[in-house]
């Protein structure tokens, strides 16, 4: 512990700290943008020996500002940055300095990041699609609104632990979404930043974080370390090298988060506008996105990851209306900082999510669950699957996203109760409070505050900055040298074991009930029917809260471009026919499976040149599954006018759309009776010689 308050002591000296295991090389520095941000780009360089393919679309980490310093996506191989490389991409990270730019706000990141997402695609003007970017936590609802507002600059997005729906949850699992009612809404947020002198101390998030979880801050965290002194050191300082780089953000920036974010959780309602007075709606997102998320997150359960679904669409076709597609997957026991640190995570989730993106891509639009099997000898066409284990996306309605819990009608009250309740207070203490505090605060007394904070004097008070502190360093060394660790077997290591389990299981019971007295305090006080009226909420008002409003201008687009669609039903040739086909036969399965995407890369799907780039071959599989959707009958009644007459052609054709489909087991059940009748249009059964390589498909 003294080696790690050492270790703060020399991140905090440092201009720009961090944690990433790799080196970078600066691309953009965001302070000398027009409007100036402490957010930066730098390249990744990939370690000695890693094959990076320049063609294939590169990758771009943001880390989130959520109190602690960047690089938590990179500070160890087995990691989001680590995946990437092994996949074969060029990657980039967006990291953040310690301090904020005088001014800066959420609306200017959001344009650096926007210049960032720029210079790459300018650097990469021959790579397969647009940059796939990672957003881990608070940078995942950022990147969400920057992709709302320019969808022109993403590709994929991978969206991890990020609470989109802030007030989303389930009763006796959830209690950090009453933080905010039971504070009386924004107003200490304010306060808090005003003690800054204009700066909110990130220390404070990281308290937040602390608190949830009680016998892990207070014992188990410690006790680990001191059970596995010889193993755990390292372990130990690489984590609190990240968790204890407290970063501090400006008051315009934190206030921003709470009121809209936290307490207002105006995002997926679409009432958050830029200084254009534009509104963000996450609809107009055009890149597909995957949301990854965790049952045992305490932080960012799975509603609050995947409720904005609900805020957004009545139903899978509206999500396939706007050209949407959503890809989620929920880990059962995972916690929330694991769904970014963990090797494990890291080498499935993310590994294969880095591996499969180009599947991901050119999935038709709609709601799907990605699922993980492990690949075993068992495993048909092992020489299709990349990894260890086999990624297949399958197809969800809203109501498996309802089936995972949420709020009924009185809970969303409350919550909006709360929010009416903090501009209350929030204006209040800007009246009558902030001009008294802002007066009594100078920028050294501000310093001196933050200097005290509990979290960084347990840093501090244990370094070699502390004079009584420094002959720790002597008696370890000594330690070291006569230490004899006690054996497995020994009894008092067994009733240590066991004092350890109790003290752990006295803090949880103790933490369960301060959780069960906060839901109950804020279930009764901003459910109770007088003041919801006061603030302007009726009691006995039954709709949702949170919905987005309809969008007339999307219906009529909506009704020309069915109009253009019906009348391509008989346009095209060979390429849309066997789309037409695929999409139909395959559409009789339980998903997508990354076989199927490897076969088609490696079998000649049309035979003709030149070749389809991803992002035309996406733009085709788009149009043929919409057109399956207006038309089904009428759509695969028409794939025998859109043939060659080369009967040799299409069979050959035909040959590939089986090697295809047959990518990930025997085609079967409706699939083959389905497939059965398109070989009738393509000549009866196929050719028995073998079809030859990928030329369809840029590879």
């Known amino acids: 512990m003294r080696q790690r308050g050492n270790q703060y002591r020399e991140q905090l000296a440092k201009v720009a700290p961090n944690v990433l295991d790799y080196d970078a090389e600066l691309i953009v520095d965001g302070r000398t943008l027009v409007r100036p941000v402490n957010y930066v780009l730098a390249k990744i360089v990939p370690p000695a020996g890693t094959e990076i393919d320049p063609t294939r679309r590169p990758f771009v980490v943001v880390d989130p500002r959520a109190g602690h310093g960047p690089g938590i996506g990179g500070f160890k191989a087995d990691s989001e940055i680590g995946v990437v490389f092994k996949a074969g991409h060029p990657c980039y990270f967006v990291g953040f300095l310690p301090e904020p730019m005088p001014g800066q706000t959420i609306e200017d990141i959001a344009h650096a990041e926007a210049a960032f997402l720029e210079k790459i695609i300018e650097l990469h003007p021959d790579a397969e699609g647009k940059p796939c970017v990672i957003g881990n936590c608070q940078a995942g609802w950022a990147v969400m609104m920057l992709a709302a507002t320019r969808p022109e600059l993403f590709g994929p997005m991978i969206i991890a632990g990020s609470p989109l729906s802030y007030w989303a949850g389930v009763r006796g699992k959830n209690p950090m979404r009453y933080t905010g009612g039971l504070a009386g809404g924004s107003w200490m947020t304010q306060l808090t930043s005003d003690l800054g002198a204009g700066k909110f101390d990130g220390a404070w998030l990281v308290e937040n974080f602390e608190k949830m979880n009680l016998s892990n801050t207070l014992w188990s965290k410690p006790y680990n370390l001191y059970a596995n002194i010889d193993t755990e050191a390292q372990r130990y300082l690489g984590f609190e090298r990240w968790w204890g780089g407290h970063v501090n953000l400006n008051a315009e920036e934190i206030q921003f988060i709470v009121d809209e974010r936290f307490v207002g959780n105006n995002l997926s309602a679409g009432r958050i506008k830029g200084s254009d007075g534009v509104s963000i709606d996450l609809r107009n997102i055009k890149s597909p996105i995957v949301v990854f998320c965790s049952k045992d997150d305490n ?126 207070n929030l204006a209040l203490y800007r009246t009558f409070a902030q001009p008294i505090i802002r007066s009594l605060v100078t920028q050294p ?106 969008n007339p201008l999307q219906r009529q687009l909506i009704a020309e471009k069915i109009a253009e669609l019906k009348l391509r039903i008989r346009q095209g040739g060979l390429r849309e026919a066997l789309v037409r086909a695929m999409l139909y036969i395959g559409s009789a399965r339980a998903g997508v499976d990354e076989r199927g995407m490897a076969a088609l890369r490696r079998t000649n799907f049309a035979g003709e040149e030149p070749r389809l780039t991803l992002s035309e071959f996406k733009a085709m599989v788009g149009e043929q599954s919409s057109i399956l959707l207006i038309d089904q009958e009428a759509a695969i009644a028409a794939i025998p006018g859109l043939l060659p007459d080369d009967l040799d052609r299409r069979r050959q054709a035909f040959d590939a759309l089986r090697e295809i489909l047959s990518g990930r087991d025997e085609i079967a059940g409706e699939a083959a009776q389905r497939f059965a009748r398109i070989g009738e249009f393509f000549g009866g059964q196929p050719s028995a010689r073998p079809a030859p390589k990928l030329r369809s498909v840029k590879s």
């Open 299 to 424: 932080i960012t359960p799975p509603q609050q990851a995947l409720g904005w679904i609900l805020d957004l669409y009545d139903d899978v076709d509206q999500i396939r209306s706007y050209g949407q597609t959503i890809v989620y997957t929920i880990h059962e026991s995972i916690g929330h900082l694991g769904i970014f640190v963990s090797g494990g995570v890291a080498r499935k989730e993310h590994g294969e999510f880095s591996s499969n993106i180009d599947m991901i891509e050119v999935l038709p639009p709609g709601l799907y669950e990605a699922r993980f099997e492990a690949a075993t000898a068992e495993t048909l066409n092992p020489n299709l699957v990349t990894g260890d284990w086999v990624m297949r996306c399958e197809p969800r309605t809203l109501d498996d996203i309802r089936a995972l819990g949420g709020n009924a009608a009185e809970d969303e009250r409350r919550f909006a109760t709360v929010a009416r309740v903090s501009e209350i």
């Open 445 to 550: 007394v501000a310093e001196s505050m933050s200097k005290l904070h509990p979290l960084r004097l347990q840093y501090e008070l244990l370094s070699d900055k502390n004079p009584q502190a420094a002959s720790l360093a002597k008696m370890a060394e000594q330690v070291r040298q006569e230490r004899k660790p006690a054996s497995e077997d020994n009894p008092f290591t067994a009733l240590e074991q066991m004092m350890s389990d109790q003290i752990v299981a006295n803090l949880d019971m103790w933490r369960d009930g301060r959780d069960n007295l906060v839901e109950w305090t804020f279930l009764n006080t901003y459910g109770n029917p007088w003041l919801q009226a006061l603030t302007g909420i009726d009691p006995k008002d039954s709709r949702p809260m949170r919905r987005a409003s309809e």
